[in-house]
């Protein structure tokens, strides 16, 4: 129960590393805001966590906008009575290079991979600082170290991920930790029709030889949520299998 009494809103919960995230979160006794704009998967997670016997309660919100972020963050600590813990993880990207990314698709996926981390951090600190403290954890991706073809805008958001987990922990210390979990290939929905010659360098190459899944990340997610890393502030924890450690050979 390393996150009991604590309140933690996790976003992007209606699937993939975020519902893993908010389960394995209720599971060590926070009780979860989990935020979504697919109102049906959201309401899954939920469900899967109430029939668990924990606490959970679900915001349907488009995190990339300013007025649904307040709404996000006034739900927890209407439902809840405040705010200790927030995991900025919901994404969108469209691919393609500069020259081809029409700019709706690069402003979208700016604003939900990197905008909202900015809105939920501005909204969610004051907050947090009322609640005693707390600890944010961004999640960023190995788009944030090495650069991947026909990703111009995912790669461009993922880099600035890591610079404003550092500014929020350099800013607003001791009170906030800010740290960013860097997943590699994680088996999610994402994957879902992609041919097994897409997916087999991923298992191939790294030595770990396998997809992650979301529970990997969870389970990073929730150590540095927790009072166990209580030192640790402005990393990048790199959750990939070693994807990024190999060479092109």
């Not at 966590?49 to 300013?66: E, H, K, S, Y």
């Not at 909204?123 to 788009?143: E, F, L, Q, R, W």
Request: proline share 4%; aromatic share 6%.
């Amino acid at each position: 129960m390393r996150l009991e009494d604590k309140t933690a809103i996790v976003t992007g919960a209606a699937s993939g590393i975020g519902r893993g995230t908010a389960e394995m979160m209720a599971r060590e006794g926070a009780r979860v805001v989990a935020v979504d704009i697919n109102e049906v998967g959201l309401e899954q997670t939920v469900e899967s966590i109430r029939q668990a016997g924990w606490a959970a309660t679900a915001c349907v919100a488009d995190v990339g906008r300013d007025d649904q972020v307040r709404r996000m963050i006034q739900c927890a600590v209407d439902t809840y009575g405040g705010l200790q813990i927030l995991h900025n993880n919901a994404y969108w990207h469209a691919p393609g290079p500069v020259c081809d990314l029409p700019e709706a698709d690069w402003d979208r996926t700016l604003d939900v991979c990197l905008k909202a981390i900015y809105l939920g951090c501005r909204h969610a600190i004051p907050v947090m600082k009322d609640s005693g403290g707390g600890a944010i954890v961004n999640t960023a991706s190995v788009h944030s170290l090495v650069g991947f073809r026909d990703y111009a805008a995912y790669d461009a958001a993922k880099g600035g991920v890591i610079g404003i987990t550092r500014s929020v922990a350099v800013d607003y210390g001791p009170e906030i930790r800010s740290n960013a979990v860097l997943p590699g290939a994680i088996l999610t929905h994402a994957w879902d029709g992609l041919d097994e010659a897409i997916q087999r360098p991923y298992i191939d190459r790294p030595p770990m030889k396998r997809l992650g899944l979301p529970e990997d990340i969870a389970s990073a997610v929730v150590f540095l949520a927790s009072d166990e890393a209580s030192f640790i502030t402005g990393a990048s924890l790199v959750v990939d299998g070693g994807l990024t450690i190999v060479g092109d050979a």
